[in-house]
Structure formats: structure tokens, C-alpha cells
């Protein structure tokens, strides 16, 4: 038996259960339609102004950065399985399985020092920072 | 006599790896001292890597690596890049344009806020470039491909308070994102037809593919699409004028020339690779033709639509897909009744020639911007005066681009329309040379404003910046010395053209 | 070589349940039937245990660490306060946000939940239990829970409530920061086995380290790599929200997060998702470091259970315990200390690996 359709029958179930469980809570469930309870949460206050608001652009910094370290990890996987199997078969020095590897980490982190000094992580910055952007061209 | 360290293989791939190299290198440098205005360290540090690059890559060629005769080429990682004396030939193409935009952009972003970021992103640009230049294997050409175009989209697009480079970055982006889709597109058919991405892989496995020539063929197409923006050809040539115009004069240089020229490597290696021409016509995909079609309409219309713009800049874009279209006679011509090797020689020695005028011409508009004259060819008018060293260079450049006898666009122009002629391909020629005369009005329009008109307003004295200026007249003296040059440089070219093509 | 596709050697869940109906006489028909039976019971263990947890264990966990009682009204230790919060809270009116966006709504409770169940299905719960061993079993795992993330972005974003919005926000960077740490960390455990293969670490594990008075005391990777061990917790506390990297729901600062709009059915879906997700990252540290449903006496399905609720308890003492970062405090935990951290983690491992081998 091809093992997928276990995960396959595992997704249904996970869809299904969730779809049971509302089909459940629509039988037994009260509707009271009345507006004003559906006006959104903002402290019981009236809501002001929309929801679509301007948020931190560094969540848009570390979605960025996010995706080249998680591309990296991908690519690292299929290494990390061979390189036990690679040193102990004794075709390879240790030098030539360990050193793309190195390489490979080497280049990320500078990638990853570059952002981190140019503030990339940083979530708030100082007010000499500020200052020292404000002065840029 | 015994050599002194016996390199290893990978380290044919060195000038690649050195601009790599050289990019990491300017990362660092920022990583430690962000925002470091110290120009002429970055630039210094860029230059240093592109100049290694180049040396590394010229001491290569006459060492004879990529010689089947002499060292060999290299076939590295399983076939996905090679080495060879083409891939070389481009390398060299490719460093000494980032060279010559190095050393311009110590002068011109001179305010710039994102010094470090600037080179490092060129030098990235570039190392895609030389991969390309190296790839062997569609996989490995798509990633270049990607890794030349991804930082070329921020280089387009640094002048961040510009609005025009802005946009100019978004719209390249656009047309950019639409064409890898294309290609990589193009790249999973050819895929599904062959069953191979490394390019003598497929070759040797097109007869396999006789029954899904429909596949094949729209594949073929599609990878021509990714070509033609990489080149900057029709049917994807918008982008260029807009790029180019929008972005700081220094990246218009490097991207119409080292980009371009990286674009038809892979093109030429692709399509004289993977898609031999007798097989493809057995299995009744006649790419040639395509060809054919696209130069003559290329360059048509690039020198069309350059010769009715008003704006300098604009029009060397435009001049810019002209030249494209000539270079696309490399490919046309590969019928098989002339001798492919001259005209796909032509094509290469064309992009090595013109990556020093073009660069050179981009240059002076670089040192125009600079000094604040305008944009228009009334701008320039009786600059002559002012500045005579870069505008006499400037019009050699203009003449070279034309194609006017003592200067070195003449000779590759000159062994273009004869590898036309003699694969029989005279329609193309007669366009090539129509269009030629058509250039010479408005390259000579420049010169005139440059020499004879009389400025429009009064203009304070003009500076001299260093870097600026050592490009240009660098590119100047490239362009006329390589004339007596050119014979070792034309048998490197057609050396290097008869490895590929059969 | 495997090919990633596969089958292993083991005998599986759904295998086990064909040979035991019958079912493996019917062809590929009786395969989906028998693989839908296993993954039916799978589902419904996991869910029970988060029935048990959710309105029962956690509240009495929490009780015990503030010195209270908690429920104990309802049936023995007020058990049966398991069957009147789910009527209870099923039964509830659904009240949808007037702008809410419909579809993604009402979607983001389903890849909660959906998701967090995904993943169990490669986990070896011992006793046989194990639905699927594909070559790519870690990866599948890391993959599959990361789906949450969507999950939580479009319930934040669909909600049409600044809290929410924020909150989905702060719930995808956390778990961008962390899954990084979180997957590397991982992997150096994979060097180790040299396999992504569930069941191959699990038995990779099951090797003696060294006895001790005729104790052999088993190589489980949390012995071998403890670092690694402790980083893993850590990253897991931060991919499924806990303290002290609960910001995402931050009650005192952004009411409940992403799911503040939600009610009735659809917050018991988003409430399940994240205690699933707790169990799912029980489930992964006690396979890949603490040998997986490997024990001495008990029988492995009850030792695998000790073993995530044992990972259950750590999460709900440090709830209690441990004070909640702020946020910039955590992307700089996350991209300065752990990620540095777990690099390092991974390359020393490959290099005394290296070594030794």
C-alpha cells in the first residue's frame, strides 16, 4: 500500500472533522441577528477608522530574510542525510564533505551579519538612529 | 616545463568566482562599517575584483584553457557548467564592462547614501553574468539568468528619491518576473520533450523527442522569449528604453552591455548546443528562421525608433536594441550553408567591441548627468568646447557605433555582413547595412551638437571628474586600439565559436 | 538507495488494520477504506487528548501552579467538565465581524486544526501506531506545521479587527523567526541518523550509549546533542506560542490576537489547532530526541503518551511561570540569539561528527 494514501486519508480526516464538528455546532447553535453585536472589537469603544492599517515594515524585513535562511535550510537537509553515510563509505576526506558545507553557511552568515548590522532585525530603532537616517540623500 | 601548483578543476570557474568573491568582500566591508561613505575603498575594492576577474580570465585564454587543443575544456559539476574558450571570451566581456562601471560610479554616486550596496550588487550582477557565460545546463542557465537579473532590478532602481529610476526599477521588474516565467516555462517543455536539462544531453536525446515536436517547438519558442529580454530584443525590448533611461547612467552602461552580451551566451550556447540545426530540422523546428525574422525586425526597429528620439539617453537605448539585432545575425546565420563558426565569431567579437563603446557612450551621458547639463540633444550643444578629451572619445564611440571604417565597431560589423552573406542570409545583410546608414544620421546628429552647434544657455566650467573620465577614455582607447588587435581577437572569436557549433 | 517515495520496511497503521478487517482482500478499495479507518483513529486519539487538555489538564495545571483548585465540580477531579465545555462552547451563537472577509474567515479555523493533524500522520506513536513512513518524514513534519502560519495570518487578517491584524502579524514573524532555529536544529539531529526517516531515528536511537550497572541506558539524541535538546524546546515554545513567547495572543496587550473576533465553533477549531500543535511538537521532541515510543515495561503507544504530555506539562509550567517577551525582544531572541545559536549547534555537531567518524 502506497503509504501517501495514509496521509492523504489523514488530510481528510483533518478537513472533516473541523466540517463535523461546525455541521454539529449549526444544529445546535441560537441565531440572533442583530447588528450592533457584530461591530468589531476594539475595546468596547465604537471602532474608528479601518482595519487595513499601516503596520511596521520590519514584519516585510523578516518575511525577506525568512525566506533566503528557509530556502537554505532546504538545501541543507539532502546534505545533512548523506554526510554520515559519505565519511564512514570512505570516498570522501573530511575536508571534502565538511568544506561546501562550511562554505555554503559561511556565505549565509555574512548575508545574515549584513542584515543584522544594517538593522534589518533590529525592530526599533535609537534616536541617533533616526537622527543618522534622517541625514541620509 | 612543469607547472608550479596544479590547479584544481573548479578553478576554471575562477574569474566567476572571484567577482563572487570580491561582492561577499563588499558585504563584509558594509557589514562592518554600515553605511560607509569611504568611496574609494568600495569602489576601489569593486574595481580590484572586476580588474582580477578580467586578468585571471585573459591569462586563461592565452594559457589555452578551453583550447581542446591545448588544455582542454572544462567540464565541471556533471556537465552543468563548462568551460571553454566562448564561456572565457564573455567573462572577459563581463569584467571589463563592471570594471570600467566601477570606477565611473566612484564619481557619479557621489552623494549616493548606499554606497557599499551599489558595488556589491553590481559585482553580484556580474557574477551571474560570468555564469552564464559558463552555464551548460538550462537549470544552471535559469539560475544565472535569475542571479544577473534579481540585483540588476535594485541596481535600476538605487536612486531611491528618483522617481524615474523608480519606476524604471518597477517596470524592468515586471518584464522581467513575465519573461522567467516564460522561460522557465519554455524549460520545463523542453524538459518534457527530452527528458534532459544539460544542453548535450538534450541534443543527443532529440530524436527521442520526434513525437512530441509540438512540444519542442513551442519550448523553443518560449526559451527564445527569455533570450529576447535578456538581450533586449523584440518582442521584449520595452523594458529597455525605460530601464535605461530611468536608471543612473552607469548601470544603463552595465546593463546594455555585460548584461546583453551575457544574454546571447546563453542564447548562442543553448541554441548551438542543445538545439543542433540538421536535427531540428529533421524534426521540423527550424529556429534560424526565427531568427532571421527577430534580427531584421530588432534592429530595425531599434534604429527606427532611436533615430525620431529627442533625448540622448533614450536614443542610445534604442541604438542599444539596434545593436542587439545585429547580434542576433550570430544566431540567424547558423544555416549551415556558410560557415557557422565566422558568423557566430562575428557575433562575439560585435559584443566584445561593443562592450567598450557602448559602455564608453553610456559613460559620457554618465559624465553629462554629473556635470547637470539636461537630457536632450540640445543639452549637449558646443560641449566640445568645454570638455574636448570626452567628447572627441564620445564620438569615436558614436562613429564606432555607426560603423564608419578606422573604428573597431567597423570590423565586427564588417565580418557580420559577410558570415551573412555567405550562410545567404542577404535580406539580413542588405537590413544590416540599411539600418547602419539609418544609425549614421542619428550617431552623427550627436557629434554635430557636440562640435558645431552653439550651447543653448551658458554653462559654468565643467569639472573633470577622475573616475569618470579614466573609463571613458579607456573605453575610447579600447575601441580604437582594438583595430590593430583584432586579428588575434577575431581568431579567438572564431576559435572559440567553431568549439560550439558543429 | 531509497527512492524518497518509498515504502519502508515497517508495518504500518493502515497495513495492520486491513490484515485485521479483512479489508486487504478488496484491492486498492479496500486500502483507502482501511487507511481512512487509521487515520480515523489517529485523528480521534490526538483529539481526545487535546479534549482532555484544553478545558481539564491545562486548567488544573495552571490551578496547581498558582495554588488553586480549578474545576471539580463535574464528575471525578471535575473530568466531566470535558463534555460540558464542548456542549457548552458548541453551542454558543457564531458571531461574524460585519467586515469580516467571508471565505478566509471561515477558512482559517479548518487549516488550523487541519494542519496541526497533518502532521501526526508520520509520527511513530509505538504499539504500531504509525499511519506513514515516507523517506522525507522530518521535512514532511516541518513542512506541515508551518501551514499553520497561513492559518493564522488569514484569521488575523480576515477578522477585520486592528487586534486580530496585529495579532496574525505577530503570530508570522514569531513562527518565521523560530522555524529557522527550529528545522536546524533538527537537522543536526538528522546528521546523526543519517536519515529523515522517522522510524530510522527512532530505532537509531534505540542503540545502548553505555550501561551503567547493567542499565543500558539508550543513545536517545537528547542525551548525545543536549544543547541541541534545549534549543529545540525553545524554538518549539516560540512555534506553538507559548510563554514566554506568547505574544502573538498577548492578552493584556492585544486582547487575544488572531482570534479575538472568533467564537463558537470557530474558536474551539483555532483553540484545538493550537493545543494540536502543541502535541504535534511533543510528538517531534520525543521522536527525535527522546527516542520515540521506545520504554522499558509499558507498552510504546503509553510511553509516547507520557512522553508528549510530559513536553504538554513543560509548555503549561513555563505559561506559568515565565514572564512574556516584548516583541522586539523576540525577533532579536530569534534572529540574533537562536539562529546564531543553532548554527553553530549544527556545524559543531557536523565537525565533531566528522571526526569521530
Known sequence: ?137 | MAPLIELHSWSALAPTLILALTGLVLFVFDSIDPRSTNRSALAGISTAGALASLGVAVWYIVAGVGDPTRRGTFDLFGGQLIVDQMALFFMVVVAVVTAMVSIASYDYFLEHAYQAEYYSLMLLAATGMSTMAAANSLVTVFIALELASLPSFALVAILKTNRGSVEAGLKYFLIGALSSAIFVYGISLVYGATGYMQLEAIAQNLEGAEGFSGLLGLGVVMLIGGFAYKTASVPFHFWAPEAYEGAPAPISAFLSSASKAAGFVIAFRVFATAFPIETMADIGIDWTLAFVILAIVTMTIGNFAAATQENVKRMLAYSSVGHAGYALIGLAGLTGTGSNDVVLGAAMMHLLVYGFMNTGAFLFIALAEYWGVGRTFEDYNGLAKQAPMASAAMTIFMFSLAGIPPFGGFFSKYFLLTGAIDAGLLVVAVALVVNSALSLYYYSRLVKALWIEEPVVERDSLTQPTGLYVAIIFAAVMTVVILPGFGPVADTAIEAAAAVVP | ?357
Request: aromatic share 10%; glycine share 8%; no cysteine.
Open chain 1, 1 to 137: 500500500m502506497n503509504e501517501w494514501i495514509a496521509i492523504g486519508a489523514l488530510a481528510l480526516v483533518g478537513i472533516l472533522i473541523p466540517l463535523g464538528m461546525m455541521s454539529v455546532s449549526y444544529l445546535l447553535r441560537p441565531s440572533v441577528p442583530e447588528t450592533s453585536k457584530r461591530a468589531t472589537y476594539e475595546s468596547g469603544e465604537v471602532p474608528t477608522g479601518g482595519t487595513r492599517i499601516r503596520f511596521n515594515i520590519q514584519y516585510y524585513m523578516v518575511a525577506l530574510l525568512f525566506v533566503v535562511f528557509d530556502i537554505e535550510t532546504v538545501l541543507l537537509f539532502p546534505w545533512a542525510v548523506v554526510y554520515r553515510d559519505a565519511l564512514e563509505s570512505g570516498e570522501v576526506t573530511l575536508m571534502q564533505a565538511l568544506g561546501p558545507m562550511l562554505l555554503f553557511v559561511a556565505i549565509l552568515v555574512v548575508g545574515l551579519a549584513w542584515a543584522w548590522r544594517n538593522g534589518a532585525v533590529q525592530w526599533a530603532k535609537s534616536p541617533r538612529q533616526v537622527e543618522l537616517e534622517a541625514n541620509r540623500p
Open chain 3, 1 to 357: 538507495m531509497l527512492a524518497p517515495l518509498q515504502n519502508g520496511d515497517t508495518y504500518l497503521f493502515p497495513e495492520r488494520i486491513a490484515d485485521l478487517t479483512g479489508l486487504s482482500e478488496y484491492g486498492t478499495a479496500g486500502d483507502l477504506v482501511a487507511a481512512f479507518i487509521a487515520a480515523f483513529i489517529v485523528g480521534n486519539l490526538m483529539l481526545a487528548m487535546t479534549g482532555v487538555a484544553g478545558p481539564w489538564a491545562k486548567r488544573k495545571i495552571t490551578a496547581a501552579f498558582t495554588d488553586r483548585i480549578a474545576v471539580n465540580r463535574i464528575g471525578p477531579f471535575g473530568l466531566l467538565i470535558i463534555v460540558a465545555d464542548a456542549v457548552r462552547l458548541l453551542s454558543k451563537e457564531n458571531i461574524i465581524p460585519e467586515n469580516a472577509d467571508r471565505p478566509a474567515y471561515d477558512l482559517a479555523p479548518i487549516v488550523v486544526a487541519g494542519s496541526a493533524m497533518l502532521g501526526f500522520a508520520v509520527i511513530p506513536m509505538g504499539s504500531g501506531v504509525q499511519l506513514a513512513d515516507p523517506e522525507v518524514g522530518l521535512a514532511y513534519v516541518f513542512a506541515v506545521s508551518g501551514i499553520a502560519s497561513i492559518g493564522l495570518v488569514m484569521a488575523g487578517y480576515a477578522s477585520a479587527n486592528k487586534y486580530s491584524l496585529l495579532g496574525g502579524l505577530r503570530a508570522v514573524a514569531q513562527n518565521v523567526a523560530y522555524e529557522i532555529p527550529l528545522v536546524v536544529t533538527g537537522m543536526s539531529v538528522v546528521i546523526f541518523a543519517g536519515s529523515l526517516q522517522m522510524s530510522t531515528i527512532v530505532e537509531a536511537q534505540a542503540e545502548p550509549l553505555l550501561t551503567v550497572a547493567g542499565v543500558a541506558i539508550p543513545s536517545w539524541y537528547a542525551l548525545i546533542n543536549p544543547f541541541a535538546f534545549v534549543l529545540f524546546i525553545m524554538a518549539n515554545l516560540a512555534e506553538v506560542g507559548r510563554n514566554p513567547f506568547d505574544i502573538p495572543e498577548a492578552p493584556t496587550e492585544i486582547v487575544a490576537g488572531y482570534q479575538t473576533e472568533y467564537s463558537s465553533v470557530y474558536f474551539v477549531l483555532i483553540y484545538l489547532g493550537e493545543f494540536l500543535h502543541i502535541f504535534l511538537g511533543g510528538a517531534l521532541i520525543a521522536t527525535i530526541f527522546l527516542g520515540g515510543p521506545a520504554g522499558p515495561v509499558l507498552p510504546g503507544i503509553v510511553w509516547f503518551i507520557i512522553k508528549i504530555w510530559a513536553v504538554f506539562l513543560l509548555t503549561q509550567w513555563f505559561r506559568s511561570a515565565v514572564p512574556r517577551v516584548r516583541i522586539d525582544q523576540l525577533i532579536e531572541i530569534g534572529w540574533k540569539g537562536m539562529l546564531v545559536l543553532a548554527f553553530a549547534n549544527f556545524v559543531l555537531t557536523a565537525i565533531i561528527v566528522g571526526l569521530i567518524a
